[in-house]
């Protein structure tokens, strides 16, 4: 196990991210983007209760950032970042599969968001270096 499995997923900035309910999906999404112009080492694909729980292992932060998520957290208290992660790994336990592709210029994003919804994905999200922008539920 390397050392960012045993502490989690890092943290995915900007990347777009999306759940895909059947195999189906995940293979139109896969084969749009890997023929649309992106580079197989720019997406990312997570399926299963493994996958769920490296993701449950952390913040996806650093430093004092994921000091105080998980502080707010032990307190009860949830911020969309942590409400996300939350749905992503329960999609995952679910046996739905996430997607993620690193798209860093708004064109990007855009043709990545395009592809997700042409093959039915959903929980859409762009995350950004310092907020995360939903681009459909």
Known sequence: ????????????????????????????ALDALLGGGFLESEVAVARGTEDADRLAAGTGRQGLRDWFIRLT??????????????????????????????APTEERRDRAADTF?????????????????????
């Open 1 to 28: 196990m390397t050392e960012s499995e045993a502490r989690g997923v890092q943290y995915p900035t900007h990347h777009v991210v999306a759940i895909f309910d059947t195999s189906d999906q995940t293979s139109c």
């Open 73 to 102: 957290g032990t307190v009860g208290l949830k911020n969309t970042e942590t409400e996300m992660k939350e749905r992503y790994e329960r999609a995952l336990r679910e046996d739905h599969t996430v997607i993620a592709v690193l």
């Open 117 to 137: 919804r042409k093959c039915g994905g959903h929980f859409i999200n762009f995350f950004g270096p310092l907020n995360v922008e939903r681009i459909a539920g």
